[in-house]
Every structure is written in C-alpha cells, then in structure tokens.
C-alpha cells in the first residue's frame, strides 16, 4: 500500500474494536479524510492524545480499501487545550468542527479553503480578542461562503435593488419591498452591518457591535447556515444555552460571489 503525508485538523472520533478509533480529520491537501488509529485507546498509546478534535497534525497515513491507516503523528498546535477551560469558546469551536464536516461531505477531495478557513477561526477564539459568538458567525458566513453560498447582504437578492427592507433564506439574503417573500425577518440596519463587517472581517466594527445586534445577527446566521445543510448543527444547542438565546425563526438561498477566507 503506499504511503502519504498531510497535515490537518482532528474534527471528530469514533470506536472502533476494542482499542481502535476511526479519527475524521480535514486535511490541506487531500481534503476530509478518515483513518483507523490502531490501539490509541490503549493507555500506552504512541499517539492517542495527539489525535483528539480541535487538534492541528502532521501525519502519515497507508491508503487503505476504505479506511486509510494512521501510522504517524506529530502536533502541531492543540488548540483543545485552549479551549476546554472556556466554555462559550470550547462549544463555538465544537461548532466550527462540526459545520467543517457538514460542508466537506466528500471524501479526499480538496478543501484547502475550508482548511484555512477552519484553523484561522481557531486560532482566533484561541486568542481571545473578540468574543466567541462573533467569531463563529463569521466563520459560518465565511464558511458559507466558500462553499458558494453567501447571503447577499448589500442589495436584493432576486432584484439587485438597493434599497432593502428584509431577509429571507430562500431568497438568498436581503429583499427589497417588491420581492419579499412571506415570512421574510426584517433585520435591524445595524445587524446587517454586521454580517457584512463579519463576512469582511472588519472587526473593529464587529466589536462595537451592540449585544441585541449581534444576538440578532447570530439567530439569522444560524438559520442561514442549517437551511442550506438541510438539516441543524447539534452543536448550536450548546452554544444558544450559553447566550440564552436560540436563533431567530427566518426562512430564507442563491449562491453570492464573496468568498473570503478568515482573517482577524
């Protein structure tokens, strides 16, 4: 079987046997891939706390028939570590993991933006400077928007008019009066300020956002986010008990051009 060398981060594990786990892990190169770790259960384990999600790694796989096999480790930087003592931060990185997996369906094929994208928000809740729940909603704007499906957010998105008045997911993003959908959210200005300075990483007006802005911001977000998932980010509970407020219900899709990657 041949060899090759990647590095990447851990997104999730499972059991596998007795002493097995199938470690799911997106790569810069290859993309998602999901290798068997041989007997990391093991309290004697080479490389089992190498292997945990959160984690950035440089390793060495066998390619295999449907699982590859991990057969080296090294860390690069284990953000986990960092994150386990704060909670809004370990559930925003939780959730930043899971919606990686969710936009990533297949497998071994390139994600290098999504890769950039998921360790540049990690490092940026490892750093604390601006606050958890704004850095994960512009990690899914971003995310959303490499994946081709930003929300237009500066002029109607089934018309081009500027002058918007609401959101909708279905439409894919801001609508002006003429082609607003029923059911549309009508957002404050100043939370669509919002999303557009977290899709720009603009953020010392992010930061001097309001908290009802952003709480607003972060329930249409969310329903932007898992309406084109088609279906929720488990992880999200953990994170809407922590600010006490669960999304905003919005319906509201049509692929937007911006795609930055994630920068602070």
Known sequence: MSLYRDEGVVLRTQKLGEADRIITILTKRTGKVRGVAKGVRKTTSRFGARLEPFTHVDLQLHVGRSLDMITQVETIR????????????YTA???MLETADRLTMGEKEPALRQFLLLVGGLRTLVEGEHEARLVLDAYFLRSLAVAGYAPALSECARCGAEAVRAFAIVA?????????PSGAAVPAAETIALMIALLRGDWPMADASEPRHRTECSGLVAAYLQWHL???IRSLRHVERDTGQPPTPVFGAEPAQNSHIFRA
């Open 172 to 180: 894919g993003g801001v609508v002006c009066g003429g082609c607003r």
């Open 230 to 232: 088609e279906h929720g």
């Open 78 to 89: 284990p953000y986990g570590e960092a994150l386990v003592s704060d909670y809004p931060r």
């Open 93 to 95: 990185g939780t959730a």
